[in-house]
C-alpha cells in the first residue's frame, strides 16, 4: 500500500478536463513540495509538474498542479489521445522519497 | 546528450545478489544525486535510495535496511546498485534517476530488469 493515495483510474473523451488527486499526511504533501510524473506505455516515466504546480519546459500548458494542505491535484485540459498515460504522484517524506500508487489514464 | 545508461537484464536466482551499473553522461558525475528507483511489473513506482556521488553519501529506504548497497567509482563515473537476498518479490525493472536542482527526478536510465526466479 503506498504512502501517497490515488484513484486506479481516470478517463476522459477528447477535449475534456479531468483531474487526478494525490492524499498524503503533515510529514510529506502537508510540508514539502509534490512532483507529478506521466509514464507512458513501455516508458520510462518523465516529470511533468514539480514543485506543486510548476512545468517543465516542453510539457504543454494544458498540465497543471496545485496543492492544499495535505492534498494535491494534476490537472490535464484539452485530453488528447496522446496523454493516456500512468500517472505518479511524489513528495519528500522527512527521510525518504514516497509515491502514489499510480493512475491510469484512459482517453475515451 | 544527458543520460544515463544502465547495464543489461539479469536473471538471479532465490538468495543470490544483484549488482546494477549506471553510467551518467552528458553531464558532471559530481553534480547531482542519484537515486534507484524499481517497478515491479504491473505496480507503482518505489523509491529505494539516494547516493551523493560527490560527497560519497547515501541513504537507504528502511524496507531496504541489510540487503541494499550503493556504491559509486570517480574513476569511471559509475553508480551501482547492489541488492542481496533476493527474493521473488524483488523481480522488477530498476532505473537509476537523477534529481535535478528543482529536486525533480528529470533524467531516467532505460531500465534493468531483474529476474528472481529458481
Known amino acids: 500500500q503506498s504512502v501517497l493515495t490515488q484513484p486506479p483510474s481516470a478517463s476522459g473523451t477528447p477535449g475534456q478536463r479531468v483531474t487526478i488527486s494525490c492524499s498524503g499526511s503533515?510529514?510529506?504533501?502537508?510540508?514539502?513540495?509534490v512532483y507529478w510524473y506521466q509514464q507512458l506505455p513501455g516508458t520510462a516515466p518523465k516529470v511533468v509538474i514539480y514543485?506543486?504546480?510548476q512545468r517543465p519546459s516542453g510539457v504543454p500548458d494544458r498540465f497543471s498542479g496545485s496543492k492544499s494542505g495535505t492534498s494535491a491535484s494534476l490537472a490535464i485540459s484539452g485530453l488528447r489521445s496522446e496523454d493516456e498515460a500512468d500517472f505518479y504522484c511524489?513528495?519528500?517524506?522527512?527521510?525518504?522519497?514516497?509515491f502514489g500508487g499510480g493512475t491510469k489514464l484512459t482517453v475515451l | 546528450q544527458v543520460q544515463l545508461v544502465q547495464s543489461g537484464a539479469e536473471v538471479k536466482k532465490p538468495g543470490a545478489s544483484v549488482k546494477v551499473s549506471c553510467r551518467p553522461s552528458?553531464?558532471?558525475?559530481?553534480?547531482?544525486?542519484i537515486h534507484w528507483v524499481r517497478q515491479a511489473p504491473g505496480h507503482g513506482l518505489e523509491w529505494m535510495g539516494i547516493?551523493?556521488?560527490?560527497?560519497?553519501?547515501?541513504t537507504y529506504a528502511q524496507k531496504f535496511q541489510g540487503r541494499l548497497t550503493m556504491t559509486r567509482d570517480t574513476s569511471t563515473s559509475t553508480v551501482y546498485m547492489e541488492l542481496s537476498s533476493l527474493r521473488s518479490e524483488d523481480t522488477a525493472v530498476y532505473y537509476c534517476?537523477?534529481?535535478?536542482?528543482?529536486?525533480?527526478?528529470?533524467?531516467w536510465g532505460q531500465g534493468t530488469m531483474v529476474t528472481v526466479s529458481s
Open positions: 503533515s510529514s510529506n504533501i502537508g510540508t514539502n513540495y
Open positions: 534517476v537523477r534529481e535535478d536542482s528543482r529536486n525533480a527526478f528529470d533524467i
Open positions: 547516493i551523493k556521488p560527490g560527497a560519497n553519501d547515501r
Open positions: 511524489a513528495a519528500w517524506d522527512g527521510s525518504h522519497w514516497v
Open positions: 514543485r506543486n504546480d
Open positions: 552528458g553531464y558532471s558525475f559530481n553534480s547531482y544525486y
